[in-house]
């Protein structure tokens, strides 16, 4: 059945005006805990032993059966240990940050587009070496030249490492990363999914940004997640567009954009879109590290209604002959 718009062209002109929508601001959400709906694997016992492996440890030296304590108490005589050691020593911490985060706009995004180029192992990304002393960390200093990583390198170095007392440094793997409750992009469009076949029908994505907070190991840590890249699946057999833009409205009719889409057939088609995130995490305000890999999330779905238009050379408009053609309802299927 075909699916047809008449419309009544006076002078052999249609015009289609569109609205421009107005860009979306980052967004930062606040949770209790964004690791709620994990299992209970992850749990205190989890992350102190994920804590310490980030470091190269081994993880047992962070998990006490409660019996250390009282042989170190009844040792006291003998050996410095426990709240007798006095003030910790500052420490240095060594961290891996992503390249591309320390840019902005679309030298971001050409960044991204690199490390998608040049890192191509599972879990790679491109990264630079930074350190900073554990009693200042806001003087983070890079140093060396960006490279892309290995998925097992680890990303900081405990500054707890030797110190059998103190809590392990947190550290969000890419396990942990995607099973956030990260939100999917939402998929926009200029004509509410309406368009003409072979015409550019556009839909583009919003770009937020997300920020949650947590609690772990008795430490603040925040989990940034940034969208970096959007597949769109148009639901008519054609190859899935890879894009590093979400998009942007029409400016006019049929204008081509990074996002749009021409059918070649009339009908319904269910619109899909994933949206790629790159994440990094920062421990009681600390600086931000990088978290290795990609978490994927899927939108909801929109349908794109495509029709075929026809248009008359008439003498009269509709005011004069509501009987005419095209007076009535413009949509029609014949």
């Keep these: 059945m075909k699916r047809i718009v008449q419309s009544i062209v006076l002078v052999s002109i249609l015009t289609v005006s569109?609205?421009?929508?107005?860009?979306?601001?980052?967004?930062?959400?606040?949770?209790?805990?964004?690791?709620?709906?994990?299992?209970?694997?992850?749990?205190?016992?989890?992350?102190?032993?994920?804590?310490?492996?980030?470091?190269?440890?081994t993880g047992d030296d962070h998990r006490g059966t409660g019996d250390e304590s009282n042989q170190s108490n009844s040792n006291a005589g003998d050996t410095v240990s426990g709240g007798?050691?006095?003030?910790?020593?500052?420490?240095?911490?060594?961290i891996l940050q992503s390249q591309c985060f320390t840019q902005s706009g679309t030298g971001q995004l050409d960044c991204f587009e690199i490390e998608r180029t040049v890192c191509t192992e599972p879990g790679s990304q491109f990264v630079i070496r930074a350190f900073y002393v554990s009693d200042d960390p806001g003087d983070v200093q890079r140093y060396g030249t960006p490279f892309c990583s290995e998925p097992s390198?680890?990303?900081?170095?405990?500054?707890?490492?030797?110190?059998p007392d103190a809590p392990p440094m947190p550290v969000v793997t890419l396990e942990d990363f995607r099973r956030l409750n990260i939100a999917p992009s939402t998929i926009e469009s200029d004509s509410g999914g309406f368009g003409l076949i072979r015409a550019h029908t556009n839909f583009y994505a919003t770009e937020e940004p997300q920020t949650l907070n947590?609690?772990?190991?008795?430490?603040?840590?925040?989990?940034?997640?940034?969208p970096v890249r959007w597949t769109w699946d148009y639901g008519d057999g054609s190859e899935p567009l890879s894009n590093p833009f979400p998009g942007g409205p029409q400016r006019e009719f049929n204008q081509e954009t990074t996002t749009s889409h021409a059918y070649q057939d009339t009908g319904e088609f269910p619109v899909g879109l994933s949206t790629?995130?790159?994440?990094?995490?920062?421990?009681?305000?600390?600086?931000?590290?990088?978290?290795p890999g990609t978490a994927e999330v899927p939108s909801d779905p929109v349908v794109a209604d495509?029709?075929?238009s026809k248009s008359k050379n008439v003498a009269e408009n509709c005011v004069e002959n509501p009987e005419g053609w095209a007076c009535g309802d413009p949509f029609v299927e014949d």
Aim: glycine share 14%; hydrophobic share 35%; charged share 20%.
């Design 306 to 308: 495509i029709w075929r």
């Design 276 to 291: 790629s995130y790159r994440g990094q995490f920062s421990v009681n305000g600390g600086p931000w590290i990088a978290i």
């Design 153 to 163: 390198d680890p990303v900081v170095s405990d500054p707890a490492a030797g110190t």
């Design 18 to 57: 569109m609205g421009l929508g107005a860009s979306s601001d980052a967004v930062a959400t606040e949770l209790d805990d964004p690791f709620d709906d994990l299992s209970t694997e992850t749990g205190e016992d989890y992350y102190r032993i994920k804590g310490s492996q980030g470091s190269g440890g």
């Design 84 to 94: 007798n050691a006095g003030p910790e020593l500052p420490v240095r911490v060594e």
């Design 214 to 226: 947590t609690s772990m190991l008795g430490q603040a840590v925040a989990i940034q997640a940034v």
